[in-house]
Each structure stands twice: as structure tokens, then as C-alpha cells.
């Protein structure tokens, strides 16, 4: 398949800020904005302005940093939302409401025809004041796909930059993406954005089809968070585009060292498995793996651990091979005989059976105790 165009929108500081519990200060959001900028993401979603005082004032200093990166913020379909994205003097605004006839009916209590004509006087007001429009429908993926069109043909012939679709409950599997996209892209007059949330566990790979299918800018979260089970993931979404596309325009290098940045300002843990910058996605104890990645770590490595930054680990424990426990003695600077290291060996997966984490210094107390009792 031919290489895709895309960019890059991360939302971390917007939608990954409305995981419950997090609240960034304005430091911490302009150090993660800084991190992004580096990687050469194209545009971070600096917050939502309407929000409160403090996160209007964050989101003007994001702006004033003058990063590489385009600020984008978040607007409702009303002029307060609008007039507040233009005080912070962001490169791009998203308009957003919601397109389904279940949002349209609970929450707005109107017909979709006097939605979509607010939010075309929203877009109206937003583009003759100067601003760049991301026309975003919430609830995209439960929408009609004909009213969608419509808002979207709309939009773009009001000049919108951009239209948007939102997977607002991660409803989607990778094929309904694909299949959606390819629909509206048929007559679509400006780029596509995809939004995708993780609700399914498919939002990294929503986001990745999407963007086969000829979606253009796909948001993204560090390390996933977000509303629920969060966003499509910024490393996720970047390796695989790397690996898949030839994407080489973004520095992932920079990648496990923002992870652990958001982690630690916004309290949400990693899980070890989670893909690119989990603690285990580079960790190996299993010894068939370990034999063979001595020899070659693609055998069991996909792509480089230094390529996102990171660095390959071995263990012990209950899976341990002959070969790995060698290779480890010898890393340490250990000389066993063939005798000692099969005493090791039985000791490490009794000790991992009764549920003792084999750490450097417990590996040394069993080889002093092998040593000793053989002398
Ligand atoms: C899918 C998404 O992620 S959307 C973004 C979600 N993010 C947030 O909600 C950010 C945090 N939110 C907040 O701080 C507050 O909710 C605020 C400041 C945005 C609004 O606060 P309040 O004015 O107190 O309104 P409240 O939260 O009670 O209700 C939301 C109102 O916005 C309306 N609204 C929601 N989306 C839109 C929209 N796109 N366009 C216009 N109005 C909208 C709702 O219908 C509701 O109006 P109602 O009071 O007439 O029912
Ligand atoms: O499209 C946007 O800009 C916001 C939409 C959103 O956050 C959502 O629907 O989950």
C-alpha cells in the first residue's frame, strides 16, 4: 500500500486532562506541550478554555511559547466558547457538537436542523474572526451518515479547515472505520480528523485504519488517557505508523521519557503490558526467547527498544534456560561451573515458584550459598 499523509493532534492536555481525577498546572501542561513539540507533533490541544479562569490563562501561555507546534483548544457551538478561544489566540479551535439524534434529543433538546444551524453561526462567527475551524461532530460514529455529509459539505463550504468524526464511545471496530471513512471521503471537501476513544480496546487501531482509509489528522493521548478507557495512544499510533507507513518525521526517541513524564503529573500508572512504554515491552525471562534473542533480538523484539527511547531488559525467574542464566553470569562478571550453574538454575525456579522476585542481589546470595556448599 502507498504511504498515507497524516498529522498529528495530540489531545493529552484536553481530553487526556478529563480523566478522572487529573488536573494539570500550567508548568506541567507546558512541559508536556514542550515534549510534543520536540517529537514534532503538528498540533496540541492546549485545553478547553470555557473550563475555568486558571485554564484559560494555561492555555494563552502554551501559546506564548511559540512552540513549532499549531495550539488548538476546544469550543461548544456558543459565542462565549468561541470569543474565549480567540482572547487565547490559538491557531485552530474545534467546534464541536454532537451529530447522533440521541445526543441531539437528551442533551440539546432541539431538531438536528436548528443544531446544525447554530453550529454553522458558530463557524460563521469563528471564521470571519480569523480563526482556523475544526468542524468536529461528537458522536460521529453514532450518526446518521447522511446528516453527517451534510454537516460536513456545510461546514467546509463556510470554511471549515477541517471536519471532524468522533468515535465519542469507542463503538467502532477497525473494519466500521475503515468502511465509514472510505464513505466520507468520497465527497469530502477538507481534511478528515479522527477522534478515537477506547471503549472496545481498538482506538489505537481505529485511529491507525482511519488513517489507511485517508483520514488526515488523528489525535492522539500519552500513554492513551482520557475520558473512560481513554484516547488512541500517541506511541501506539506513532510506532505503528512507523512500521507501517515509513512515517519518519517524528522523533520517538523522545517517546519513553514523556511517557513517564504524564505519568508522573498525572498520578494515572502504566500498566507493564501497555504497548511502546510499558515496563514490559522490552523485558524478557522466558528462556527459548532469551537463547534466541542473545543471537538476534529481532526474534522477539519488533523494533528496537532504542528506537523509542528505551533499553532492553532480561530476568530471571521460573522460565529461565540454561543459555539466559549464562548469559546473565557472565553480563555480571560471574564465573560458574557447568555443576554451579545447573544448581543455580534449580534454585532460581524454586525460589520464582515460592513467588521471590530473583533481583541482582538475591541472584548473588545464590550463587555465594552454590559456591560455598560445592567448597
Ligand atoms: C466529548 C467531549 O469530550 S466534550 C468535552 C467535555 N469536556 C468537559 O465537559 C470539560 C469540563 N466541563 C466543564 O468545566 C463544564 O461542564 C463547562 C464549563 C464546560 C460548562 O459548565 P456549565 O455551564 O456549568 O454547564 P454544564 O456542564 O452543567 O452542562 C453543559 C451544558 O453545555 C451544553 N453543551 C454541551 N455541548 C455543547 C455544544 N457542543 N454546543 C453547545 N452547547 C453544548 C449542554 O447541553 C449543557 O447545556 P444545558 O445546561 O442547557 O443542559
Ligand atoms: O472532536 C473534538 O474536537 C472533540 C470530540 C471529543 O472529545 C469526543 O467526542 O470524545
Same mark, same amino acid.
Given at each position: 500500500m502507498k504511504s498515507f499523509p497524516i498529522e498529528i493532534c495530540d489531545v493529552t492536555l484536553r481530553d487526556g486532562e478529563q480523566t478522572p481525577g487529573v488536573s494539570f498546572t500550567c508548568k506541567e501542561k507546558q512541559d508536556i506541550a514542550q515534549c510534543l513539540a520536540d517529537i514534532g507533533v503538528e498540533i496540541v490541544e492546549a485545553g478547553f478554555p470555557s473550563v475555568s479562569t486558571e485554564e484559560k490563562k494555561t492555555i494563552k501561555a502554551i501559546v506564548d511559547m511559540e512552540l513549532s507546534s499549531r495550539v488548538c483548544c476546544l469550543?461548544?457551538?456558543?459565542?462565549?466558547?468561541i470569543d474565549a478561544a480567540l482572547d487565547c489566540g490559538v491557531d485552530l479551535v474545534s467546534i464541536f457538537f454532537a451529530t447522533s439524534d440521541l445526543h441531539i434529543r437528551v442533551k440539546y433538546r432541539k431538531t438536528r436542523e436548528e443544531m446544525l444551524d447554530t453550529a454553522l453561526s458558530m463557524l460563521d462567527y469563528a471564521v470571519d474572526h480569523g480563526l482556523s475551524v475544526r468542524f468536529s461532530a461528537e458522536d460521529a460514529s453514532r450518526t446518521d451518515i447522511g446528516f453527517l455529509k451534510q454537516m460536513y459539505r456545510e461546514g467546509a463550504e463556510r470554511g471549515a479547515a477541517y471536519s471532524s468524526f468522533a468515535d465519542t464511545v469507542g463503538c467502532m471496530t477497525p473494519v466500521m472505520m475503515y468502511d465509514v471513512?472510505?464513505?466520507?471521503?468520497?465527497?469530502?471537501?477538507?481534511?478528515?480528523? =479522527?477522534?478515537?476513544?477506547?471503549?472496545?480496546?481498538?482506538?489505537?487501531?481505529?485511529?491507525?485504519?482511519? *488513517?489507511?482509509?485517508?483520514?488526515?489528522?488523528?489525535?492522539?493521548?500519552?500513554?492513551?488517557?482520557?475520558?473512560?478507557?481513554?484516547? *488512541?495512544?500517541?506511541?501506539?499510533?506513532? =510506532?505503528?505508523?512507523?512500521?507501517?507507513?515509513?512515517?519518519?518525521?517524528?522523533?520517538?526517541?523522545?517517546?519513553?521519557?514523556? @511517557?513517564?513524564? =504524564?505519568?508522573?503529573? @498525572?498520578?494515572?500508572?502504566? *500498566?507493564?503490558?501497555?504497548?511502546? =512504554?510499558?515496563?514490559?515491552?522490552?523485558?524478557?525471562?522466558?528462556?527459548?526467547?532469551?537463547a534466541a534473542l542473545i543471537k538476534d533480538p529481532q526474534t522477539y523484539e519488533y523494533y528496537p527498544p532504542e528506537m523509542v527511547g528505551a533499553k532492553q531488559k532480561l530476568m530471571l525467574g521460573k522460565h529461565t534456560g540454561r543459555k539466559g542464566l549464562e548469559h546473565i553470569l557472565t553480563t555480571l562478571g560471574y564465573t560458574c561451573s557447568n555443576e554451579q550453574t545447573d544448581e543455580i538454575l534449580e534454585k532460581i525456579k524454586a525460589a520464582a515458584e515460592a513467588k521471590q522476585s530473583i533481583t541482582t542481589e538475591y541472584l548473588s546470595e545464590i550463587i555465594a550459598e552454590t559456591r560455598s556448599s560445592a567448597s
Open positions: 469550543a461548544r457551538c456558543v459565542q462565549p466558547d471513512v472510505r464513505e466520507i471521503k468520497k465527497d469530502l471537501k477538507n481534511p478528515l480528523c =479522527v477522534h478515537c476513544h477506547n471503549d472496545l480496546g481498538f482506538a489505537s487501531a481505529n485511529t491507525f485504519t482511519a *488513517a489507511q482509509a485517508g483520514a488526515f489528522q488523528l489525535h492522539t493521548t500519552v500513554n492513551g488517557i482520557g475520558e473512560r478507557c481513554g484516547n *488512541a495512544s500517541l506511541e501506539e499510533v506513532l =510506532v505503528a505508523l512507523r512500521m507501517h507507513n515509513g512515517t519518519d518525521k517524528y522523533d520517538l526517541t523522545e517517546l519513553t521519557r514523556l @511517557s513517564k513524564l =504524564v505519568e508522573q503529573y @498525572s498520578g494515572v500508572v502504566v *500498566a507493564k503490558t501497555k504497548p511502546v =512504554v510499558g515496563e514490559h515491552a522490552f523485558v524478557h525471562e522466558s528462556g527459548i526467547h532469551i
